[in-house]
């Protein structure tokens, strides 16, 4: 078909128009509502459509606005976030003084020519090295988490000049190529193999399985250049890591010389009630990679940061072989990403989260004695996971929380278990109230599927 240049000029006029107004008119909301559907069974993929649905109700909720602890669809309609886009909005939703600096940059320039250098990409830097523990050092900026890990596992090889990884079952470290070979669940691996050759996957908890793994490789010849780990499992299920485990894998790396890499995209910047992972459980990795909440909830960013002694004079030559992504720590990005650490730093994020956190499992604890199908309460700071006897009980409970205005969500790898993961800047207020419609919730569901689990 030939291209037909003015009706999608026209038709961009359009999307513009809404996006410009400030109000719009039901009629031009129910259009867009028709639309969305639309574009999304025509041109997106109508199977997101679909699992949008069994999260909220029957109806197709179209977002159209947030501010801090809420969103709202088109219609004004409001909900809580309790999911906190799984992980982005520690920092709340379009944080005031985040968006500032964003709009102070949007101001002067927004990406980077390329060539010049960039102020803001080596501030931010020197600020992730300060925020973070030990010597890591060098900062390399990305787009995805998954793009972050993707330069986590080169520079591991490239510094190592070594060949495996072990990293963990159920393990999540995002779906390229190459953090796909990384990741624990068979799903997502399975329709692309053979991918990455070289990924040993071990029981996560587990370190006497990740030595034995690392010395069995080194027995018969292989080496191995990185184990990759997340210091709490998210995707798995808000696995926490058992007492020691983590101190044991840096034990183990530093015996095999084998490069520890944290992949702290979800853990990070205060979710758990401390800065990172690696804060909370005192260790020092090799390479740590962040992102989701990195960037405010503003604006994309993700990266890596490492210990100097990997950066070798091979990558001091040719800084390119690990990676040029174009739009990597761009301006715009790292003001974000600054704000996001003033932010985080000037109101005590990881702080608050401790103990708001602790309030929450709490309560969430009374839920547990209270309701049989609520089986296990687990999590630390603000990522925290219930998990129900079967997926169907845990998608009534998500559907019943959205119908009363409160937004969850389940983790990718264990459809058992719903996640609560809520911007770090919730009030107690809000808190209760989630809490309160949880239990209103759980009384529906557990009626609802009396003597089928
Ligand atoms: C621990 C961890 N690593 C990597 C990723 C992948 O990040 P992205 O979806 O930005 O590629 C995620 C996303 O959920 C994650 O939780």
Not at 58 to 73: C, G, L, P, V
Request: hydrophobic letters at 40%; glycine letters at 10%.
């Amino acid at each position: 078909m030939a291209i037909d240049k003015s009706k999608a000029l026209q038709e961009a006029t359009r999307i513009i128009d809404y996006i410009l107004k400030d109000d719009l008119n039901n009629d031009e909301k129910d259009t867009i509502v028709k639309d969305s559907i639309d574009n999304f069974n025509e041109h997106v993929n109508p199977g997101w459509l679909v699992y949008r649905k069994s999260v909220s109700t029957n109806e197709a909720f179209i977002e159209w606005e947030d501010s801090e602890e809420t969103f709202k669809d088109l219609y004004g309609n409001e909900f809580i976030d309790c999911l906190g886009g799984f992980g982005i909005y520690t920092a709340g939703h379009r944080n005031p003084e985040i968006v500032k600096a964003v709009q102070a940059q949007l101001n002067r320039y927004c990406l980077h020519s390329q060539e010049l250098v960039d102020p803001l990409r080596g501030y931010l830097a020197k600020l992730v090295a300060m925020i973070t523990p030990g010597d890591l050092q060098y900062a390399f900026f990305t787009n995805g988490g998954a793009e972050a890990n993707e330069m986590a596992l080169k520079l591991a090889r490239l510094a190592s000049g070594k060949h495996y990884f072990i990293s963990t079952v159920n393990g999540f470290h995002g779906k390229s190529l190459g953090a796909v070979s990384a990741t624990g669940k068979s799903d997502y691996r399975k329709p692309y193999l053979p991918i990455i050759q070289g990924v040993q996957h071990v029981e996560y908890g587990n370190a006497e399985a990740a030595e034995a793994a690392i010395k069995n490789l080194i027995a018969v010849g292989e080496t191995v250049a990185g184990l990759i780990v997340e210091p709490v499992q998210g995707e798995a299920g808000i696995v926490l890591p058992p007492e020691g485990y983590l101190k044991q894998l840096r034990e183990i790396c530093d015996k095999y010389e084998v490069f520890l890499i944290f992949d702290e995209i979800q853990t990070g910047m205060g979710r758990i009630g401390a800065l990172w992972g690696a804060d909370y459980f005192d260790i020092v990795p090799d390479i740590m990679t962040f992102g989701k909440a990195f960037g405010g909830g503003v604006m994309p960013i993700t990266g890596i940061i490492a210990r100097p002694h990997l950066w070798t004079e091979q990558l001091k030559e040719n800084p390119w072989i690990l990676g040029s992504p174009t739009f990597g720590g761009n301006p715009l990005a790292c003001a974000a990403a600054i704000a996001a650490i003033k932010y985080t730093l000037e109101h005590d994020l990881p702080g608050q989260i401790a103990e708001k956190g602790k309030y929450l499992m709490e309560k969430l604890g009374e839920m547990q004695s209270k309701y049989d199908i609520l089986v296990d309460v687990r999590g630390i700071g603000f990522l925290i996971g219930l998990e129900y006897p079967t997926p169907e009980i845990g998608w009534a409970v998500s559907k019943g929380l959205f119908k009363r205005g409160v937004m969850t969500g389940g983790t990718l790898n264990n459809a058992k278990v719903n996640r609560i993961e809520p911007p770090g800047i919730l009030s107690y207020e809000t808190l209760d109230k989630i809490i309160s419609r949880l239990d209103e919730t759980l009384a529906e569901v557990q009626e609802e599927f009396k003597g089928t689990y």
